[in-house]
């Protein structure tokens, strides 16, 4: 057998397997449609339907998707997303939709839409302050982390 078949198949393999490497986080296949949008980790979930019979038949749990107009104070607009309600959550949680995309950990972020418009709000922030946002030794890191209640029970 001559080996230019196998071995172009193989670089064209190696290649699309690259390509799905950077759409895998913790193990699991991120949705396209969660690059596009805010899911905060929330994915498909598959199970049975279980009848009083103990017939299975396959089904398949969505994430709750809704899409949502969130304003950007560095970047002085309103931006439309599509977002899971965890992701609103989070970004309640976090005090701003600014706060949510600079203070998110990558691998909790899981879209390539949310990395764009960090990379945006970091350049505008250096634009406004004159120094490179960073996330664990930002000068400002008091005021701007995310709040968090200190109630006890």
Same mark, same amino acid.
């Given at each position: 057998?001559? %080996?230019?078949?196998?071995?172009?198949?193989?670089? %064209?393999?190696?290649?699309?397997?690259? =390509?799905? $490497?950077?759409?895998?986080?913790? &193990?699991? %296949? $991120?949705? /396209?449609?969660?690059?596009?949008?805010?899911?905060? /980790? *929330?994915?498909?979930?598959? &199970?049975?339907? $279980?009848? %009083? =019979?103990?017939?299975?038949?396959?089904?398949?749990?969505?994430?709750? $998707?809704?899409?949502? =107009?969130?304003?950007?104070?560095?970047?002085?607009?309103?931006?439309?997303?599509?977002?899971?309600?965890? @992701?609103?959550?989070?970004?309640?949680? @976090?005090?701003?939709?600014?706060?949510?995309?600079?203070?998110?950990?990558?691998?909790?972020?899981?879209?390539?839409?949310?990395?764009?418009?960090?990379?945006?709000? *970091?350049? @505008?922030?250096?634009?406004?302050?004159?120094?490179?946002?960073?996330?664990?030794?930002?000068?400002?890191?008091? =005021?701007?982390?995310?709040?968090?209640?200190?109630?006890?029970?």
């Amino acid at each position: 057998r001559p %080996h230019s078949k196998n071995t172009t198949k193989a670089r %064209h393999n190696m290649s699309f397997f690259a =390509s799905l $490497v950077s759409s895998f986080v913790r &193990g699991q %296949h $991120v949705m /396209g449609r969660a690059q596009r949008g805010l899911y905060h /980790g *929330k994915t498909i979930l598959t &199970g049975n339907n $279980v009848s %009083h =019979s103990n017939r299975r038949t396959r089904r398949r749990w969505l994430p709750n $998707v809704q899409t949502k =107009s969130l304003y950007s104070d560095l970047l002085n607009l309103n931006i439309s997303f599509r977002l899971t309600t965890h @992701a609103l959550r989070c970004i309640d949680k @976090a005090g701003s939709l600014d706060r949510y995309l600079l203070y998110t950990k990558t691998k909790d972020l899981d879209s390539q839409l949310g990395m764009k418009i960090r990379d945006k709000l *970091k350049l @505008a922030y250096k634009e406004k302050t004159g120094t490179k946002f960073d996330r664990l030794s930002d000068p400002l890191v008091d =005021s701007l982390k995310p709040l968090t209640s200190t109630s006890s029970l």
